[in-house]
Nanobody, 119 residues
């Protein structure tokens, strides 16, 4: 199995920056695409950014131009650089990995890290 641990969340003023990290451990050779999701209070979880094994990325419209997703496959780590943060970016951010195992495809989630942006 795979275990994901996020870090880097915290409190930041509007306009500031944060960098989230997600460290993967376990059967990491089976990891394919990875992504960041977020869930604000009272809202549904939403996709923030997605990256394939070859580095192709896509972003939610709300974060395009401000956030950058990247991955270091050698370190089994996913990143999310967040710039020009806005109060509406406040949410719990979750790391997600698609795990390919013999005969099955699993979605693995981290425990989440809280990002709070003050106005």
């Amino acid at each position: 199995q795979v275990h994901l641990v996020e870090s880097g969340g915290g409190l930041v003023q509007a306009g500031g920056s944060l960098r989230l990290s997600c460290a993967a451990s376990g059967s990491t050779s089976g990891i394919h695409a990875m992504a960041w999701y977020r869930q604000a209070p009272g809202q549904q979880r939403e996709l923030v950014a997605h990256i394939t094994t070859t580095g192709t990325t896509n972003y939610a419209d709300s974060v395009t131009g401000r956030f950058t997703i990247s991955r270091d496959n050698a370190k089994n780590t996913l990143y999310l650089q967040m710039n020009s943060l806005k109060p509406e970016d406040t949410a719990v951010y979750y790391c997600n990995a698609g795990l390919v195992l013999p005969g099955q495809y699993l979605q693995v989630w981290g425990q989440g890290t809280l990002v709070t942006v003050s106005s």
